[in-house]
């Protein structure tokens, strides 16, 4: 019994004798997806599609990503199935990321069920592709089909929760969740906890506490419910086993905060961002603490870093400038500012609080390369030259700087000078990017006669031509 004997089988084209060896082996290696491949190939060669199909879902089970069974299902359902066949058609579409087209043969397959089972099975994958795509009207009319029926899941009710939620409808949120325990889910814990969270985004506190039996959702109800020294004998309470969760921390750091122990809530506020590094809490905690102790530079930072978190460029751009506005001297900040308008492609504005970084910081290397290649997008060769120079002191042996030296010198038609930076450059080895390419530029200018630009100095040729003019005046 090897894989050897079965594939002789298929040879000699001994198609049962093969599948009853493949059969045998499968019973040792029920997971084994080249053996279901193998097993379920000849089951379609001796016309057994009802095993076949049982194999190709099997494979699909274990790689969810294999299009050839689908395929291979779609066949075997085309002319007796047309439900099922939309319906791997349409898995199909999703696992190519076709989602428009998965739409569609989901909606084909709802036209071919015969059961309120396959309708609703078909509806939940549709509300989740809606919502996949941005079309959450569609999806919620999906799940309120489903929740209409005595037969609907709890996951409908909750994804029709959190939808409401997208939309701006928090009081539907709770209407939803309300409704699903009148109809039949009353025990359900996951219902129970979703809905004590939308309670206290709905402004009902003192229903999350009545609801939940999560202990920090206890905790936040009791806070956000004006019953501060309730929350915190609670969390007082519940120390050795939460001091390790960052909800527990930024509970905390709410009550000292409603308090006024401002001290105290930032010490909670970095306890939190241990264990939730990059949260946008993290920020928004500090802001508000700090608006509260009147430190308004600090404020501020800690407002723009939230909203590029949130990534609400436009609106981190207007709190660190109002921070600059108090404080213009911080080479952090500056250089902030100034990446955060290259990343919002205002390069004009950009170079300036380079040029304010770089009298600052007159060795940050990111500073001068983005000045000078700004002056390079404006066609000002000379200021490029001044800023490239200054990096070049700095790191000597930067061959994107020493090339670029080269070529700026040579537009500025200073021979000498292009020729130094290209001879260092190609200098360096001859694996450099455009090796060839600035050899060829080197006999080049070699061969060129001294001009008019070198015997003036440092004049370009439009200093000389307006001596010229002039003089004739």
């Not at 670029?404 to 080895?429: C, N, P, Q, T």
């Amino acid at each position: 019994m090897t894989l050897e004997t079965a594939e002789q089988f298929e040879e000699q084209e001994q198609y049962d004798k093969a599948y009853e060896e493949y059969q045998k082996l499968l019973a040792k290696r029920p997971n084994d997806v080249d053996l279901l491949q193998r097993i379920a190939s000849t089951a379609m060669i001796l016309n057994k599609k009802e095993e076949a199909k049982d194999y190709f879902t099997r494979i699909i089970e274990i790689e969810p990503q294999n299009t050839m069974c689908y395929e291979q299902l779609m066949d075997i359902y085309n002319d007796t199935n047309r439900y099922k066949y939309y319906i791997y058609r349409a898995d199909l579409h999703v696992v190519q990321g076709q989602i428009s087209h998965a739409i569609n043969d989901f909606n084909k397959a709802l036209s071919k069920a015969e059961t309120e089972e396959e309708m609703l099975s078909v509806r939940f994958a549709l509300g989740g592709l809606y919502e996949q795509a941005e079309k959450y009207n569609q999806a919620i009319d999906e799940y309120l089909r489903i929740t209409d029926s005595e037969k609907a899941n709890k996951e409908s009710y909750m994804k029709l929760a959190m939808l409401y939620e997208k939309t701006d409808m928090v009081e539907s949120s709770v209407s939803i969740l309300e409704q699903a325990l009148k109809n039949g889910f009353e025990e359900d814990k996951d219902i129970k906890e979703l809905l004590a969270n939308y309670y206290i985004k709905n402004n009902t506190p003192e229903l999350a506490a009545e609801m939940t039996s999560d202990n920090l959702t206890k905790a936040r109800s009791y806070l956000d419910n004006g019953q501060d020294d309730k929350a915190f004998e609670l969390l007082e309470s519940i120390k050795s086993d939460y001091k390790k969760n960052p909800q527990y921390h930024s509970l905390l750091a709410q009550y000292y905060y409603q308090k006024s122990e401002f001290d105290k809530a930032l010490e909670e506020v970095d306890e939190f961002e241990k264990f939730a590094k990059n949260s946008p809490l993290i920020y928004q905690m500090r802001a508000m603490i700090f608006d509260e102790k009147q430190q308004d530079y600090e404020a501020h930072i800690n407002w723009a870093k939230y909203n590029i978190l949130r990534n609400n460029n436009d609106v981190a751009l207007n709190e660190y400038l109002q921070a600059y506005s108090l404080k213009d001297d911080d080479a952090e900040l500056v250089y902030t500012i100034a990446n955060l308008l290259d990343t919002l492609n205002d390069r004009t504005r950009a170079n300036e609080f380079y040029e304010n970084l770089v009298k600052l910081e007159p060795n940050n290397k990111k500073a001068l390369e983005r000045l000078a290649d700004f002056r390079e997008s404006i066609g000002d060769y000379k200021q490029a030259v001044v800023y490239l120079e200054q990096y070049h002191k700095i790191d000597s042996k930067n061959a994107n700087t020493i090339k670029k030296l080269g070529k700026f010198y040579e537009k500025l038609r200073k021979k000498d000078k292009a020729l130094e930076y290209y001879k260092m450059y190609v200098g360096i080895s001859n694996a450099v990017e455009d090796y060839d390419e600035i050899t060829k530029k080197i006999s080049k200018l070699e061969s060129q006669p001294k001009s008019y630009s070198e015997s003036d100095g440092e004049e370009g040729l439009i200093d000389i031509i307006m001596k010229w003019f002039n003089r004739r005046k």
